[in-house]
C-alpha cells in the first residue's frame, strides 16, 4: 500500500471511560461507556467515532463510483449503526448497518451504487470477512 495519509490518536485515562485526542487537535473528547453497556453515558464512545468515521468515507466512496453515471448525488446520504455485543468464546465483536440514501434515485440504481462502494470504501476492505456489515440502499 502506498501511504496518502496517517491519522495519529492517543487514548489516555481509563480507555472505555478516558479521553481521546488526536495529534492534529481535530478531536479532542472525553470517552463515556455507554448507559447499554452499563456505563454512565452522556459522552461520545469508540463506536460512535467508528459510525462517523465509517458514514463519511462510505459516503466519499458512494460519490466517487457515481460519478459519471449521471445520478445526482448531491442530497444523498449514508448513515452508520456500529453495535457492539458478546462473541462465543468471551469477548466483543461489532456489527455494521449501513443506509444509503439518494432521492431522485431509483432504489435498484441506489442499491447498486451502494454495492460498488461497499467494494472500493477502505472501511468495507478493512472490515470484510471480519465482522459482519450490510449495506442497503433506503427511499428518503
Known amino acids: 500500500m502506498e501511504t496518502l495519509y496517517t491519522a495519529e490518536a492517543l487514548a489516555t485515562g481509563d480507555g472505555r471511560n478516558g479521553h481521546t485526542k488526536t ?22 464512545n469508540p463506536e460512535d467515532l467508528f459510525a462517523a468515521g465509517y458514514a463519511a468515507c462510505f459516503h466519499g466512496a458512494l460519490k466517487k463510483v457515481a460519478a459519471g453515471t449521471g445520478a445526482d448525488l448531491s442530497n444523498s446520504a449514508v448513515g452508520a449503526k456500529v453495535s457492539i455485543g458478546k462473541v462465543d468464546g468471551g469477548g466483543f465483536g ?37 465482522i459482519p456489515v450490510t449495506v442497503t440502499a433506503v427511499e428518503d
Not at 492534529?24 to 459522552?43: F, S
Open 23 to 44: 495529534t492534529d487537535g481535530y478531536i479532542d473528547l472525553d470517552l463515556k461507556v455507554p448507559e447499554g453497556m452499563g456505563g454512565p453515558g452522556g459522552a461520545a
Open 94 to 130: 461489532l456489527a455494521v448497518e449501513l443506509e444509503v440514501v439518494i432521492p431522485g434515485v431509483e432504489l435498484a440504481q441506489a442499491q447498486e451504487l451502494a454495492d460498488k462502494a461497499h467494494q472500493v470504501c477502505p472501511y468495507s476492505n478493512a472490515t470484510r470477512g471480519n
